[in-house]
């Protein structure tokens, strides 16, 4: 069911009773955003205002996000864009409960951007501050829209991170799997610059991919095929896709369209066949609940029709109802930031002024510690 945030009118001034309204803030990656959201004392959410700035232009020459230009851009950004949305919320600080930032994972110079805001605010004006896992925000946004109940499946697919986590709560998350190189998010980006497609390359594969004739032109692997674990791997898929294009003698755009085509279904496969397993064990280990279950897809990708359409037939197969929260809040938003921090806010769940920008943070430590696919290097972050 969606609530109904999108019809809200805020009345500037007073909130109401037991209600918690926060100021979100998120620069992890190459999206600078802010939001204000309220959470009602029944746990209803509103979100106020919202505002999101790209930076595709400024990478694109490169192929892919560049960090000291994100983190320039969002440290230009993010003050005018903080007091955009309390503007248009009707609000001051003093109005807010709480001041909520990403803290991490994600590009350092970027999410200093971000915790640097909250922090002044947090100072100026006396409040709360919430240092939020930029996965959390992820694994709690299907909660924007949906009355979701806890406890749900989330498939996160991004350009930086791709995992299958078991969200039973606030702080109670469980990871099942993840990538062991690649995110998926990447390969459509990495396998796009090859083929020459511009940047984001998920948007342009799916643009090509339509105009396939023989979309099982270009072979790919199966990744995994004989690995029992939920995690992912992309990278044998990128370097299959480039083999099948360096073979190609002068390349026209219906080998474009075709390769695409076979990228594309190759990755909807892979992290259909993941969540997939993912089902499995989510299953039996909440036998109690009544099908169906939740299957949350978030992230990017999730965006993908293709990929939508494979974990639609999987969770079929499996008892499970797909659930995509709509674009926005798929894609790095600051809404999601604000809802995290709300929640953190209402259990009493604050940080102090000295919280740490991190580019590493796992949602499940536990989980991170004994598996292969959090080691150190630049495999940490999408982790
Ligand atoms: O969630 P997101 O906006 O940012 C983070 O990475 O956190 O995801 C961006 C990624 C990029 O790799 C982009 O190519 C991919 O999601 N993406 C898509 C599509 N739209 C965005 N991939 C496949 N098909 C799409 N339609
Ligand atoms: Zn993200």
């Keep these: 069911m969606a609530l109904s945030h999108d019809q809200v009118h805020p009345q500037p001034g007073a909130a109401p009773q037991g209600a918690l309204t926060v100021l979100g803030l998120e620069s992890s990656c190459d999206d600078t955003a802010a939001a204000v959201l309220r959470r009602h004392g029944d746990g209803r959410i509103e979100v106020l205002a919202e505002a999101v700035m790209g930076q595709n232009s400024a990478h694109a020459p490169f192929g892919g996000v560049v960090p000291e230009i994100a983190a320039r ?3 230009e950004r993010m003050d005018g864009l903080a007091a955009g949305v309390l503007n248009e919320a009707g609000l001051s600080p003093f109005d807010l409960d709480g001041v909520a930032a990403t803290a991490g994972p994600g590009l350092i110079g970027g999410v200093m951007a971000a915790l640097m805001t909250a922090k002044g605010i947090a100072l100026g004006a006396n409040l709360p501050l919430l240092a939020v896992n930029h996965l959390e925000g992820h694994a709690l946004s299907p909660r924007l829209t949906h009355a979701l109940a806890f406890p749900y499946l989330l498939l996160l697919v991004s350009g930086g991170h791709t995992q299958l986590v078991i969200v039973e709560g606030v702080g109670r998350m469980t990871r099942l799997g993840s990538t062991l190189d690649d995110a998926a998010g990447e390969a459509f980006d990495k396998t796009a610059k090859v083929m020459g497609l511009g940047f984001p390359g998920g948007p342009a594969v799916e643009r090509y991919a339509q105009d396939a004739e023989a979309p099982d032109r270009f072979p790919l692997p199966m990744m995994l095929a004989r690995d029992a674990s939920c995690n ?5 898929l990128k370097t299959a896709a480039r083999r099948h294009w360096d073979g190609l003698d002068a390349p026209n755009d219906q080998d474009r369209a075709d390769l695409a085509a076979s990228m594309q279904a190759a990755i909807a496969r892979h992290l259909a066949q993941r969540a997939g397993r993912a089902m499995s064990i989510f299953k039996s280990r909440f036998e109690a609940l009544d099908s169906p279950l939740p299957l949350v897809a978030a992230g990017g990708v999730a965006s993908n029709t293709a990929v939508r359409e494979a974990l639609q037939a999987e969770a079929q197969r499996h008892g499970f109802e797909l659930i995509a929260p709509p674009l926005k809040y798929c894609t790095d938003n600051a809404a999601m930031i604000a809802l995290a921090g709300a929640e953190r806010l209402a259990l009493g ?4 002024l ?10 499940d430590q536990d989980a991170a510690a004994h598996d292969p696919a959090s080691g150190s290097g630049r495999k940490g972050p999408k982790a």
């Design 73 to 75: 851009a969002h440290a």
């Design 232 to 236: 992912f791997s992309f990278a044998g």
């Design 349 to 352: 769940l604050t940080d102090g």
């Design 354 to 363: 000295d919280a740490a920008a991190r580019p590493r943070w796992p949602l």
